[in-house]
């Protein structure tokens, strides 16, 4: 789902349901992104960590990222523009109900690539340490 420019990925969109894309480095006003079949110009420098929209969304519309959403826009969002405290408010309603129920299909395998682990009987294998990957905000 990412754009690649100079062999290194320009962003990273997190789930097919999101308006917004977060730049992994600087994206300077006027650079080409492309999301899939879609193409977007961004409209004024997106700093790296930020979100960039990707369509364009109505006031208090809601702004989708992890395939939730995160907030409202303040007014018009345009898809290219940058996507922050100044355009973008955390009044929305959290389902909840629904929260860490989406099961998402597995990802294909990667081979080529190991890990420090141990075999286990039958050829199963385990590893004793934990890697956890939190998100520490949600915009």
């Not at 977007?40 to 992890?66: C, E, M, N, Y």
């Not at 303040?74 to 290219?80: D, K, L, R």
């Not at 405290?85 to 959290?94: E, K, M, P, Q, V």
């Not at 004793?128 to 905000?137: E, H, L, Q």
Request: proline share 6%; hydrophobic share 35%.
């Amino acid at each position: 789902m990412s754009s690649y420019t100079g062999g290194s990925p320009t962003f990273i969109h997190l789930h097919a349901r999101d308006t917004v894309v977060v730049a992994l480095k600087e994206l300077p006003k006027g650079t080409l992104v492309r999301v899939g079949q879609t193409e977007i110009v961004t409209r004024q420098t997106i700093p790296a960590g930020h979100k960039l929209a990707i369509k364009s969304l109505d006031a208090d519309q809601s702004v989708w990222k992890f395939g939730w959403p995160i907030g409202l826009t303040n007014g018009p969002v345009e898809a290219g523009e940058h996507v922050h405290s100044h355009n973008l408010r955390c009044d929305h309603t959290i389902d909840l109900e629904a929260i860490a129920t989406e099961i998402p299909e597995s990802p294909e395998p990667l081979s080529g690539y190991t890990f420090e682990g141990f075999e286990r009987p039958g050829g199963q294998v385990g590893t004793r340490n934990y890697v956890a990957v939190i998100s520490n905000v949600n915009c």
